[in-house]
């Protein structure tokens, strides 16, 4: 099993962290890489973010080489029916937004250090979220289980970065039915 974690645009501080924690919970080699999104009919001017799923597609295919790609991106995104999203994932591919998960934009911000990782646990819990669905994991109903559906900052910075046993017990299906695959 192969991960491929792409950034898009830019570095981010924490990216070892975050691939070593991909690395453990899907048992998988993980790879990095950047991307240049260049020009993108995916933002809307309107609401000042990007429509995830329009995104995903045009990003979809861009890096080959891996089992699943989650792409890691800076800017607000939002699906038709939401204000915003975390993230998303479609097939293989998921994509992950940086924008709400740092402390900062929700204020001032006194220790830096303390927001750095508390950043670094959110985009953790929702790689994991995002990496999940793209094994087919539906949202699960613990608040503990990293697959619970956030729909605040809060409810991210409350689950746990961890499967509950129910979807641990449906990742290891899901990941050796891949193995027989191959």
Do not use: W
Not at 3 to 30: W, Y
Not at 124 to 132: N, P, Q, V, Y
Request: proline share 3%; glycine share 4%.
């Amino acid at each position: 099993m192969k991960i491929a974690i792409i950034l898009i645009e830019r570095t981010l501080p924490g990216i070892r962290e975050l691939m070593e924690a991909v690395r453990k919970q899907f048992r998988a080699k993980v790879t990095r890489g950047m991307v240049d999104l260049g020009c993108t009919r995916s933002f809307r001017k309107s609401k000042n973010q990007y429509d995830a799923e329009f995104l995903l597609k045009e990003l979809a295919g861009t890096i080959i080489g891996a089992d699943k790609i989650l792409y890691i991106f800076r800017e607000d995104m939002f699906v038709p029916d939401l204000n915003f999203v975390f993230g998303l994932a479609s097939g293989d591919v998921a994509i992950v937004s940086i924008t709400r998960l740092d402390p900062r934009f929700y204020g001032k911000i006194e220790d830096l250090p303390k927001a750095a990782a508390i950043f670094r646990q959110r985009l953790i819990k929702e790689a994991i979220h995002e990496i999940g669905h793209s094994f087919k994991i539906p949202h699960c109903k613990n608040k503990k289980c990293v697959m619970v559906f956030s729909n605040s900052i809060a409810d991210v910075d409350f689950k746990s970065a961890e499967f509950c046993n129910k979807c641990s017990r449906e990742l290891d299906k899901k990941l050796e039915e891949k193995v027989i695959l191959e």
